[in-house]
């Protein structure tokens, strides 16, 4: 996916550095992934990326790729600030035309419920978000997309790119 933004020398090298230095990292990119609240890698040294800069960035992917889901994950975030509970935003097929609606509840909604958000622990916890990805970004895709982000700025520093 980034391969085409970037000269293929830097691409292969990317690549290879990519592989070798996320081999111990374990995601689950069919789902939200379940991935550690400090560092999703460790050993990716000054590359690494924290939860909330992963979150952070997932949020303003999905504002871009889902705009009604991203309204409705704005809407738990301040639901959950003003009650101090966690909140869940759950999908639901609207019968008459099939389409997706996407709604907030203070109640896990089985099946339905995709992720919840607690803004006492400033994290969302993933249910059934992003089967098939259809409910936009995966928390795991964002991450990654963010460390290589990250790594690519810190060449460009190492090669005295502006």
């Not at 759950?90 to 099946?111: D, F, H, I, Q």
């Not at 419920?113 to 795991?140: M, Q, T, V």
Request: net charge positive; glycine share 6%.
């Amino acid at each position: 996916m980034i391969k085409k933004y970037l000269h293929p020398i830097v691409a292969a090298s990317l690549s290879i550095s990519l592989l070798l230095g996320c081999a111990a990292c374990k995601t689950n990119t069919s789902s939200g992934g379940s991935l550690p609240a400090k560092s999703f890698n460790k050993n990716s040294g000054d590359f690494s990326v924290s939860r909330a800069d992963a979150q952070n960035f997932w949020l303003r992917k999905l504002e871009q790729d889902k705009p009604e889901l991203h309204a409705m994950t704005l809407l738990a975030m301040l639901l959950s600030k003003d009650t101090g509970k966690e909140i869940f935003v759950v999908a639901k097929t609207n019968n008459l035309n099939s389409r997706v609606v996407y709604l907030v509840t203070p109640v896990r909604g089985g099946s339905e419920s995709l992720f919840s958000f607690s803004f006492k622990d400033n994290y969302f916890s993933f249910d059934h978000y992003n089967l098939l990805s259809k409910d936009g970004p995966s928390l795991a895709d964002a991450t990654y997309e963010l460390e290589i982000s990250r790594r690519v700025q810190g060449y460009y520093k190492e090669l005295g790119v502006k």
